[in-house]
């Protein structure tokens, strides 16, 4: 579920909630939580310059903890996890008025690293489980792999299908379509 602010997820539960209900759950069924992707294009670097990027990262992530909690509470039997944020779309890369962004591509790939690193470690505290592309979409200086983009702001499924499956069971331990 997705695509709201991580920081807006507790404000926004109940639309979840509502969402969720309209639904009927088998046992083994699972709900991913896809929130961080717009907190990290362009909350993060903003928050940060007011205090740090630490700082930004826990109040975000201690909100995003605070709604993820108070929707699994409401569907006892079903697991819950989240999708850590992908990174960046590669500078140069024209985007139009409805995404914009703060920061250079280095930058926001830092802040969505360590929301990533925050979340992983939040989801395990809480019993939430975690998978990420992250790692997998940068490079050693964290500057976002251009061949992997579809087009000017979307990760291309063709291309990281595979880096799916390999994270699906490196944090989950199983495959992705059974």
Same mark, same amino acid.
């Given at each position: ?32 939580? *896809?929130? =961080?992707? #717009?907190? &990290?294009?362009?909350?993060? !670097? /903003? ?34 996890? *989240?999708? =850590?944020? #992908?990174? &960046?779309?590669?500078?140069? !890369? /024209? ?84």
């Amino acid at each position: 579920m997705g695509p709201w602010y991580c920081y807006n997820m507790l404000k926004n539960s109940s639309k979840y909630i509502e969402a969720l209900k309209t639904l009927t759950f088998q046992p083994g069924d699972e709900v991913m939580f *896809c929130q =961080g992707e #717009v907190d &990290s294009r362009i909350q993060l !670097v /903003k928050r940060a310059a007011m205090t740090n990027l630490d700082d930004a990262v826990k109040t975000v992530v201690d909100r995003y903890m605070l709604g993820c909690e108070a929707i699994r509470k409401e569907f006892p039997g079903v697991s819950f996890g *989240c999708y =850590g944020p #992908v990174a &960046s779309a590669p500078d140069g !890369v /024209k985007t139009n008025n409805w995404f914009d962004t703060n920061g250079t591509t280095v930058e926001r790939n830092k802040g969505t690293m360590a929301l990533n690193v925050k979340i992983e470690e939040e989801c395990k505290k809480h019993g939430f489980w975690f998978v990420t592309l992250f790692y997998d979409l940068v490079d050693q200086n964290l500057m976002s792999k251009k061949e992997l983009w579809h087009d000017q702001i979307h990760i291309s499924i063709q291309k990281t299908y595979d880096l799916l499956e390999k994270a699906w069971l490196k944090y989950r331990g199983k495959p992705l379509v059974p």
